[in-house]
């Protein structure tokens, strides 16, 4: 792909090169000779006027290309490995700032992970985290009854830091490798020297990347999102038939049934597929369901 880019820009290069002397020489000369000098640079503007348009589709096409990569490379959400966890340190002006960081799923479980490490170093000075679940691209609008992906959810603390000097640049370094699912806690041992605002946003988001860039490579996320729906009672079987039809959607095994015998069930499956699997439900019940 750079290659061709490269070609494509060469290739326009040389072509107003081409315009661009001849007109050049057309201006430095008499009218009676400039006549004559556009006449004989005529060939050039021909052969430029027959493989301009190749070339600008070639470059258009290319532009869309790219363009089209970028912004799928853009939407993929990236996590550490689940179940193992990373831990680095980096040394500031005798303080020691330990950074560890693991896959999590939920707030509770992150939670959890920081109590574990506030116990494992008993005698840090401040235990600052960075946290993030979720996605960026949640969508929940009014004419959304189920959301396209779980809501983000973003939290930090700075522990007794001075505001802003140590959750908000660990969860920056989250934010900067584009993951997901993950915690990050740094753990400072105080070394006697004061570092000033500055140097502890630099100490702080410095440990946390130096952690999150030791845990590559990532592990590419694919969003899941659970929801409820209710059908009547003789729309039961549409509910499994669409299950059986997107590929890993799945019931929670949790189905209650109402005194009218409708069937309310919790439903897992990627993100992708919510908007296929509602819209063939929809068609199945002839309308007659609803979203929790």
């Known amino acids: 792909m750079r290659r061709s880019l490269e070609l494509s820009c060469l290739a ?9 002397a001849g007109r050049m020489m057309s201006n430095a000369l008499p009218p009676l000779d400039r006549r004559r000098t556009t006449a004989s640079w005529q060939p050039f503007y021909c052969l430029e006027r027959a493989l301009s348009p190749a070339f600008r589709n070639f470059h258009q096409s290319t532009t869309l290309l790219l363009s089209s990569s970028s912004t799928s490379s853009s939407q993929q959400q990236q996590t550490l490995v689940p179940g193992a966890e990373y831990e680095s340190e980096l040394e500031v002006k005798k303080s020691r700032f330990i950074g560890y960081a693991k896959h999590v799923s939920s707030w509770d479980e992150a939670s959890e992970y920081i109590a574990n490490i506030k116990k494992l170093h008993p005698k840090g000075r401040h235990w600052c985290f960075g946290f993030r679940t979720g996605s960026s691209s949640f969508s929940n609008t009014e004419d959304d009854a189920v959301p396209t992906s779980e809501p983000l959810n973003e939290r930090c603390s700075d522990d007794g830091e001075p505001t802003g000097t140590a959750g908000a640049p660990i969860l920056g370094a989250i934010q900067g490798e584009d993951l997901t699912n993950v915690v990050c806690v740094v753990v400072r041992y105080f070394g006697g020297i004061k570092l000033g605002a500055g140097g502890l946003i630099r100490a702080y988001g410095g440990a946390a990347r130096q952690v999150l860039r030791e845990a590559a490579p990532y592990q590419i996320v694919i969003p899941k999102m659970t929801f409820s729906v209710t059908v009547p009672a ?30 309310t069930v919790s439903i897992t499956c990627v993100s992708d597929e919510v908007e296929t699997f509602r819209n063939g439900l929809q068609d199945a019940t002839r309308g007659q369901v609803s979203y929790h």
């Not at 549409?238 to 005194?259: F, K, R």
């Open 234 to 263: 003789n729309f039961i079987g549409a509910v499994y038939d669409m299950l059986g039809q997107i590929p890993g959607a799945t019931s929670a095994g949790d189905e209650s049934y109402g005194v009218d015998g409708s069937l």
């Open 12 to 20: 326009f290069a040389i072509m107003s090169s081409f315009r661009g």
